[in-house]
């Protein structure tokens, strides 16, 4: 089975930063990516498809790179609404998925 | 816009089942672009994927939970359904319905763009 990995595990950043988020796949997996956020007792959120590619009426200092097995997802500038848990996931060529352990962000 | 619902018992008693099910308003849940999920969150803790279902039918499971699960579909209620057998503490979470979206050129893109609000199933006697 591949397995992912996220580092940090969490974050402590100030409002403006940039702050980067490290998702590793155990093999290679393409492109075959999504991140998501999930804000303290909130439903997840599609933020990021396709490893690069981002969700409709997602703020645009979200952006995800990366392919293969590795990949991050960057917050240009950082905002108090951002406080949330970031969880990266793989898909196989076929609705079969794993998330990652998730990333959590707080503001300094 | 598109809604899901999940509804179920909060409290299953231990080595019994647990059964959820997921309405699907403001959409047909047999449309050739999506499939349907259920995710599960522990107390404190990430996200699992517990497994998809197409409109016809068409199931894909956890390896880790393949043996207790059955993903089922109703397509005359708009509804999908999950059933957990003998449950233990360790199936105590919320329970998350969600459709996935299946797209582009193959092979194809799939990710999870419309969540339900979650129910909480705590597994107790």
């Known amino acids: ?108 | 816009q598109l809604q899901l619902q999940e509804s179920g018992p909060g409290l299953v008693k231990p080595s019994e089942t647990l059964s959820l099910t997921c309405t699907v308003s403001g959409g047909s849940i047999s449309s050739s672009s999506y499939y349907w999920g259920w995710i599960r969150q522990p107390p404190g803790k990430g996200l699992e994927w517990i497994g998809s279902i197409y409109y016809s039918g068409s199931t894909y499971y956890n390896p880790s939970l393949k043996s207790r699960v059955t993903i089922s579909v109703d397509t005359s209620k708009n509804q999908f359904s999950l059933k957990l057998s003998s449950v233990t503490a360790a199936d105590t979470a919320v329970y998350y319905c969600a459709r996935v979206y299946c797209g582009g050129d193959p092979p194809y893109y799939y990710y999870m763009d419309v969540w339900g609000k979650g129910t909480t199933v705590t597994v107790s006697s």
Not at chain 1, 77 to 91: F, G, H, M, N, R
């Open chain 1, 1 to 108: 089975d591949i397995q992912m990995t996220q580092s940090p595990s969490s974050l402590s950043a100030s409002v403006g930063d940039r702050v980067t988020i490290t998702c590793r796949a155990s093999q290679g997996i393409s492109n075959y990516l999504a991140w998501y956020q999930q804000k303290p007792g909130k439903v997840p959120k599609l933020l990021i498809y396709a490893a690069s590619t981002l969700q409709s009426g997602v703020p645009s200092r979200f952006s995800g790179s990366g392919s293969g097995t590795d990949f991050t997802l960057t917050i240009s500038s950082l905002q108090p609404e951002d406080v949330a848990t970031y969880y990266c996931q793989k898909y196989n060529s076929a609705p079969i998925f794993t998330f990652g352990p998730g990333t959590k962000v707080d503001i300094k």
